[in-house]
């Protein structure tokens, strides 16, 4: 799947740093560092993974990289162009590129719209030059590809499984044909078999769309299985970055390996042999 | 949109959801939107309903003047609730004024309601520097109470361009004060709502594909706000209705020609004392009736919106 020697990359995050302001003062001691000074590359087709523990700015690395959330330093460059010094019109074209899907299914999707409003929307904005017939096919070809039904698009989220929901929010995020999908923690709402389904889903549309991925999860078993590469977070620094198979197998930093022997062991045998 | 699959109507959507099964639970709500439909209906249909056009002066004769109601002694059936001063039939009269009344309640709320609701969701949305200007300028408005602006302004206006002209553009004049007086009511609920809002997922859904500021508040986080603006709008057509009456009661509302609840009051109060008590009282208890079936409504649609307020 993955080889390094391949061309430019397509996102590349340099130095990036996000501090929080906390209290009403404004200086040092107030900020809360959320991400220091995080570098990575991504190239065309590969999919990243960013582990790490609650709070450790696996989130908000994501929305720093679409522009959701400001940044203190640092740059963000989609195939060369700095993202960050850009306005928000400048960056519409990136917004065509890179797409998010979210951790809570049913939070991410406007209550007061239908299924087939919800799908079509990103195309309203990016691409005003279709017709109403064109959306309207395309949202139904994504909806059976996501396996829904097509009598369902005009039905409204709540009236959906979480695990639908997540197809929901999916297709709206392929409507586009995204380069770049990230995910921020897909599943972690969803029941195990869910999970899987989901999973299989975001591989099958990778593998057929050749899209890159950035996959954030605190489910290392969930990582291993998606991911080419690995980034390993905490408190907002990388600690150890590398092939998801070196990092699993061969981990370097004592967080690394923590985090590794926090993954529960189908068996009970040797889970009480590791603890033990 | 036929296809068999879809056979939920909206009106069929409409029967099987909450909003309708705690309505049907709800014996007050029931008996008060009965009340307030035929209330508003005799006030739209007033030209057809009622028996006497009192806005008609021609008509009118002085020898008819006082008449009290039919069940009373010296009552004459022409005139079902007697006559006021004037020799007008109390009956027409109320009800043209209940339609005073209701237009000049509802149509103050919708401009309250687009001035708060711009303020409102600007002031959640942008939030920081912008939020605390705007919501400073709604605590000053507040800080005057909406009788003592109408007040002021009203005998400004009525000493500055006669009371003929005043007259004339009494009622638009008086939409414009509780307007522009009570918006701060309502751009407060739409922020904290906005808030809320603008913290869930979606927001940031919309704004990764690019949306403008103006389309997400607006056709994003404004559709999801729109059951308190709801609560808050029924209960404010009371208070403006209120409102209105007392500044007629005054003698700074609508005219004696085109009379108001509030104003058929304050003409009865001179022969409350003479013994005419009909022309203030049954005036007095249309108004109560009105307002209170109002805020009955608004209190069911503020436990149904929001059950975890309020409730013990």
């Known amino acids: ?276 | 949109m036929n296809n068999t699959t879809n056979k939920n109507t909206k009106f069929q959507r409409f029967l099987a959801s909450d909003f309708f099964y705690h309505f049907k639970r709800d014996k007050l709500a029931i008996i008060s939107s009965i009340i307030f439909l035929i209330l508003i209906l005799l006030a739209i249909l007033s030209p057809l309903v009622a028996p006497y056009n009192p806005y008609d002066l021609q008509i009118l004769d002085i020898m008819d003047s006082e008449l009290p109601p039919v069940w009373q002694q010296g009552g004459d059936p022409r005139f079902l609730l007697g006559t006021d001063d004037q020799g007008r039939d109390l009956w027409s009269t109320i009800l043209y004024g209940m339609r005073v009344s209701l237009m000049i309640g509802i149509l103050a709320v919708l401009l309250q309601g687009v001035i708060g609701i711009t303020i409102g969701l600007v002031a959640g949305y942008v939030g920081g520097r912008t939020d605390n200007l705007l919501m400073r300028i709604a605590d000053v408005q507040l800080s005057f109470s909406t009788l003592m602006v109408a007040i002021i302004i009203l005998a400004i206006v009525q000493s500055a361009f006669g009371s003929d002209a005043f007259n004339q553009w009494a009622m638009v004049i008086l939409i414009l004060i509780i307007g522009l007086a009570e918006w701060p009511q309502i751009a407060r609920t739409v922020r904290s709502s906005v808030l809320a809002e603008k913290e869930k997922e979606y927001v940031d859904a919309a704004k990764v594909m690019g949306f403008s500021p103006i389309r997400i508040m607006f056709k994003h986080i404004l559709p999801n706000c729109l059951s308190p603006i709801f609560v808050i709008s029924t209960v404010q057509i009371a208070n403006a209705i209120i409102t209105e009456a007392s500044l007629s009661f005054l003698g700074l509302g609508m005219p004696v020609t085109e009379p108001s609840l509030g104003s058929l009051i304050s003409i009865g109060k001179q022969y409350l004392f003479s013994g005419s008590w009909w022309i203030t009282l049954i005036p007095g208890a249309f108004l109560i009736l009105l307002v209170i079936v109002i805020n009955l409504l608004g209190d069911f649609l503020r436990d149904t919106f929001n059950p975890k307020l309020y409730k013990d």
Not at chain 1, 54 to 63: D, E, I, M, W
Not at chain 1, 80 to 101: C, F, P, V
Not at chain 1, 125 to 134: I, M, T, W
Not at chain 1, 176 to 198: F, R, T, Y
């Open chain 1, 1 to 276: 799947m993955y080889s390094p020697s391949q061309a430019s990359p397509l996102l590349s995050v340099e130095n990036l740093s996000v501090a929080f302001n906390q209290g009403i003062k404004k200086g040092p001691n107030q900020e809360i560092q959320a991400l220091s000074d995080i570098s990575f590359e991504l190239v065309e087709g590969e999919v990243l993974g960013v582990v790490g523990e609650s709070g450790c700015g696996k989130s908000t690395l994501a929305r720093a990289i679409l522009q959701l959330q400001a940044i203190t330093s640092g740059q963000v460059l989609w195939q060369g162009e700095d993202l960050t010094k850009n306005t928000n019109d400048q960056n519409k074209a990136m917004r065509e590129h890179i797409q998010l899907i979210f951790q809570d299914p049913l939070d991410a999707l406007n209550p007061r719209m239908t299924v087939a409003q919800i799908i079509a929307e990103p195309l309203y904005n990016l691409k005003p030059e279709l017709s109403k017939q064109e959306i309207q096919n395309r949202v139904v070809e994504l909806m059976l590809a996501m396996g829904l039904q097509e009598q369902q698009k005009n039905r409204y989220p709540h009236e959906f499984s979480g695990g639908q929901c997540q197809r929901i929010g999916i297709a709206r995020a392929m409507i586009l044909n995204p380069k770049l999908l990230i995910c921020d923690e897909p599943v972690s709402a969803l029941d195990v078999s869910i999970q899987a389904q989901i999973i299989n889903l975001l591989m099958d549309l990778k593998s057929r769309t050749g899209m890159s991925m950035i996959f954030i999860s605190h489910d290392l078993s969930i990582v291993r299985q998606v991911c080419d590469r690995v980034l390993v977070l905490y408190k907002g620094q990388v600690v150890e970055t590398g092939n998801a198979s070196d990092i699993y197998e061969n981990p370097q930093h004592a967080y690394t390996q923590k985090l590794l022997d926090s993954i529960p062991l189908a068996d009970p045998a040797m889970e009480r042999k590791r603890i033990g």
